[in-house]
T-cell receptor, first 112, second 114 residues
Framework: GESVGLHLPTLSVQEGDNSIINCAYSNSASDYFIWYKQESGKGPQFIIDIRSNMDKRQGQRVTVLLNKTVKHLSLQIAATQPGDSAVYFCAATISGNTPLVFGKGTRLSVIA | SAVISQKPSRDICQRGTSLTIQCQVDSQVTMMFWYRQQPGQSLTLIATANQGSEATYESGFVIDKFPISRPNLTFSTLTVSNMSPEDSSIYLC???????????FGSGTRLTVV
């Protein structure tokens, strides 16, 4: 089955620096990947997604990189702001209305 | 993307009782997914609810403990039965709506069992 894990449980960065959060997945059949942000007391909030036919996708201040060879993806946040402080989860699935499998989560703390 | 209304947002319950959590979606969806998030942990899938059929439960979760209803394409309930303090968690529902990216989540139900 699928398992998704993260390399670092916590990450502290200075305001204005770039943040990189990593994630590994195990099921090579996974073809859809999503990064979520979860603030305290709230449900996961969609940040960015990527499909397996791409290796990079950019959003506003965020970039997701996918390396299918080593089954790894990362989330890069540019110019990290205090409002970025939250727990970040990666999730993977096989397209077709199948459930997401979540990684353990990384808590990002932004130091002002 | 879809909008999910989940309620209650939180509750404190006595052990041995049951709580039913409701999720209402603003569009018709085939599958609804129920997750549990234990304190300080990630989301774990409880079951997948397909309208008109029995829910499919993940390993470690059983229907007697977490009965699910899916009466139509916009609504589902999850009941946490015979609760114990170990059931204290956040419970979330989720759907995939093909018109938008990602999967949408409800805001969660924070359950505390005392």
């Amino acid at each position: 089955g699928e398992s998704v894990g993260l390399h670092l449980p916590t990450l502290s960065v200075q305001e204005g620096d770039n943040s990189i959060i990593n994630c590994a997945y195990s099921n090579s059949a996974s073809d859809y990947f999503i990064w979520y942000k979860q603030e305290s007391g709230k449900g996961p909030q969609f940040i960015i997604d990527i499909r397996s036919n791409m290796d990079k996708r950019q959003g506003q201040r965020v970039t997701v990189l996918l390396n299918k060879t080593v089954k790894h993806l990362s989330l890069q946040i540019a110019a990290t702001q205090p409002g970025d402080s939250a727990v970040y989860f990666c999730a993977a699935t096989i397209s077709g209305n199948t459930p997401l499998v979540f990684g353990k989560g990384t808590r990002l703390s932004v130091i002002a | 993307s879809a909008v999910i209304s989940q309620k209650p947002s939180r509750d404190i319950c006595q052990r041995g009782t049951s709580l039913t959590i409701q999720c209402q979606v603003d569009s018709q969806v085939t599958m609804m997914f129920w997750y549990r998030q234990q304190p300080g942990q990630s989301l774990t899938l409880i079951a997948t609810a397909n309208q008109g059929s029995e829910a499919t439960y993940e390993s470690g979760f059983v229907i007697d403990k977490f009965p699910i209803s899916r009466p139509n394409l916009t609504f589902s309930t999850l009941t946490v039965s015979n609760m114990s303090p170990e059931d204290s968690s956040i419970y979330l529902c989720s759907v995939e709506v093909g018109t938008g990216p990602g999967y949408t989540f409800g805001s969660g139900t924070r359950l505390t069992v005392v």
